[in-house]
């Protein structure tokens, strides 16, 4: 591979396939080959922790969830696509790039990594805040340009913030904060978007909200959309692959009504469940005895 178009972020044509070449709808863009990573223990207390051989694709327009209960490895695996942990073993990659080898800046368009929290050192304005995701395309010492503003303000309208524009990210609800860091992720302009339990904070409105508007924004921008989740019943209506975790393993990958079987999530979650197809023809995760929870 063309080691100087790695270092300056440029993708390598697609030599056969004149559809990839175009960017075409059903492109494979995220590649993950029996990738592997290892924690070691620091004490007697703390023992090592492993992601064993993990292998999917996704393509863009693609909404893809990593489901598990906790201590699955979810964060580890979503980390290893963000490229800040190199695998071990195996590979992880983006438009046949790895991942780990992007340099900062380079990764910072491509990836845009939404963490569970952002910690704010210092009183900022929404806007200003949105612009931070402009920075990678940009100089030090200069002052945002017409393009920066624009991408901004299109992020914040992309997500129904615009109103927020002036507001202080510290007085801001769960859901506006929410759908703030969102539109800072969006301004970085990446092919591949990733979420670390993006719902947490959220009411069911706003779990549902924030779900169809990431359905959305993965089909009008061609993104990459990877969502670390518990929400089983959110990831079974709205994703279009699982990979489910469980002690480091993944044990399924697939369309949620050919991975969610009953006896498997029994044992992954430890609780009595029943696996139903709702209306929409997606499966829906239900406490056995009590179908209304």
């Not at 492993?50 to 980390?79: C, D, M, V, W």
């Not at 202080?168 to 992720?185: C, P, Y």
């Not at 089909?219 to 489910?244: C, S």
Request: aromatic share 6%; hydrophobic share 40%; glycine share 8%.
């Amino acid at each position: 591979m063309n080691s100087e178009a790695l270092q300056q972020g440029t993708a390598v044509p697609h030599p056969g396939n004149p559809e990839l070449q175009r960017g075409g709808a059903r492109e494979v863009r995220l590649k993950v080959e029996q990738a592997t990573y290892s924690y070691a223990g620091s004490d007697r207390d703390a023992p090592g922790f492993s992601i064993e051989a993990t292998s999917f694709e996704a393509q863009q327009r693609q909404l893809l969830a990593i489901l598990g209960p906790n201590a699955s490895g979810k964060s580890t695996l979503l980390r290893m696509l963000a490229g800040l942990l190199k695998p071990l073993s195996g590979r992880v990659q983006l438009d046949g790039f790895e991942t780990s080898q992007f340099d900062p800046r380079t990764r910072a368009r491509r990836i845009a990594l939404v963490q569970q929290e952002s910690a704010l050192l210092f009183p900022l304005r929404v806007w200003e805040f949105v612009l931070q995701g402009r920075y990678p395309y940009g100089r030090l010492l200069r002052f945002e340009s017409s393009d920066d503003c624009r991408m901004a303000a299109n992020a914040l309208v992309q997500v129904g913030a615009e109103q927020l524009r002036d507001r202080w990210m510290d007085q801001l609800s769960g859901g506006e904060k929410q759908r703030v860091i969102l539109a800072r992720a969006l301004a970085q302009q990446p092919s591949l978007l990733l979420l670390d339990e993006p719902t947490q904070h959220l009411d069911i409105g706003g779990k549902v909200s924030l779900l169809r508007r990431l359905r959305r924004l993965a089909e009008e921008n061609r993104y990459i959309v990877v969502v670390v989740t518990h929400e089983l019943n959110l990831a079974g209506e709205f994703a279009d692959q699982v990979v489910l975790l469980h002690k480091g393993k993944c044990l399924r990958v697939g369309e949620p009504a050919d991975v969610y079987r009953r006896e498997l999530l029994e044992e992954i979650f430890d609780a009595p469940l029943e696996v139903e197809t709702s209306a929409s023809g997606r499966p829906r995760v239900l406490l056995r005895g009590n179908p209304k929870l």
